[in-house]
């Protein structure tokens, strides 16, 4: 591969106060390497290095915010506490010093928590289920619901104070804010559950529109959604074009700006009974839909899926080819990279400077220290 056929990678991204050197994001990815929910030093050389490496823009592991219950393990970082948001300063500080962008993913795990860790402490949920049929906790009332949104917008308020240049919602992956969404998990006969995707998006509306007003109009907002489940991969929440535009739209509508549609493999299509099997993806379908920007995200850079990767499977580069296909047809905006950048922080670098020779593939073994 030659710099000139990556070149639809490398071109620059503006939106807002937000203005990237390349299409690049560093995707989200739980480390469990912040002691006591406080980053330190090696986060903040962690990231940097990634910075260095010229990753256009970094989104941080999932980092949660202020709410009982809100983490799933004692090593994942907070969004809030002076120590933990003097963590975070280091954090941002060491990437503009390498002339880094950077966003902190804002999360709430929801009723995912591992039940051997603080077992007495409350699980909240929209109706106390994990997934369908799975009871977990206690359903959230309309206290704790908005309790919840005021973190959220704290965290995002929090986040611009310290000096970072977006900030994502994670609304993915089986979490609270996905809990909502998914029919199986959200059974509430209140204003916040609903036989359709457009009532059950209401939770998720209100967290956007909270942090749109905490930070501003030219603050961008970024939005991690998915289809399938960490608890069921099968799961899809919308299977028409309409029902994705019934979940999608009322978000962009509510104030996000970047749609970030994780799916498992980014080169499979979306509706393929519409467009075929070289058609859309999920975000691809989702700048259609909504005209937001997107970031597609699925295995780039691997031989396999996430569960392959994991495994220690798939340590290549597939799907580069068509990963730039895609791009310089613009069928999204942004492509993240994740499993690849945690062996190598200089992934970014080699793609441009053509030096396919030097790749490191996905080594399972870098998810026991911040390489």
């Not at 080819?321 to 895609?326: G, P, W």
């Amino acid at each position: 591969m030659s710099s000139s056929d990556a070149s639809a990678l490398f071109r620059p991204f503006s939106l807002k106060t937000l203005k990237l050197k390349n299409r690049i994001v560093m995707a989200p990815m739980t480390r469990t390497s912040a002691p006591n929910g406080v980053p330190t030093e090696a986060n903040a050389a962690y990231y940097r290095r990634r910075a260095e490496g010229q990753v256009g823009l970094i989104l941080s592991e999932g980092t949660v915010i202020d709410r009982p219950s809100s983490r799933n393990d004692p090593n994942i970082p907070y969004f809030h506490g002076e120590a933990a948001l003097a963590g975070w300063k280091g954090v941002i500080d060491a990437v503009h010093d390498a002339g880094g962008r950077m966003g902190p993913q804002i999360w709430h795990t929801g009723a995912t928590r591992y039940s051997a860790w603080e077992p007495e402490a409350p699980v909240e949920s929209p109706s106390g289920l994990d997934a369908p049929g799975a009871p977990r906790g206690e359903a959230m009332s309309e206290e704790a619901i908005a309790d919840t949104v005021a973190a959220f917008a704290k965290a995002a308020a929090d986040a611009k104070r310290l000096g970072f240049d977006t900030v994502e919602i994670h609304g993915a992956h089986g979490y609270l804010i996905d809990q909502f969404f998914w029919s199986g998990t959200n059974k509430r006969s209140d204003r916040y559950g609903g036989a359709t995707i457009k009532e059950r998006s209401r939770f998720a509306r209100e967290v956007v529109a909270a942090i749109r007003k905490a930070v501003g109009p030219d603050f961008p907002i970024i939005m991690r959604v998915s289809q399938w489940k960490q608890q069921d991969l099968t799961v899809r929440l919308a299977e028409t074009p309409a029902l994705m535009s019934d979940w999608l739209l009322p978000l962009v509508e509510a104030g996000v700006d970047v749609l970030h549609c994780s799916q498992r493999r980014f080169w499979e299509p979306e509706f393929p009974e519409i467009d075929g099997e070289n058609g859309l993806n999920c975000a691809g379908w989702a700048k259609k839909l909504t005209g937001a920007a997107t970031i597609s995200v699925g295995s780039v850079g691997l031989d396999g899926d996430v569960l392959n990767a994991f495994a220690g499977k798939g340590s290549g580069k597939m799907g580069l080819e068509r990963l730039i296909e895609r791009m310089e047809r613009e069928e999204f905006d942004l492509i993240a990279v994740g499993r690849a950048l945690i062996t190598d922080p200089n992934w970014v670098a080699k793609i441009q400077g053509s030096d396919q020779a030097a790749f490191k593939g996905f080594d399972a073994a870098s998810l026991a220290e911040l390489v």
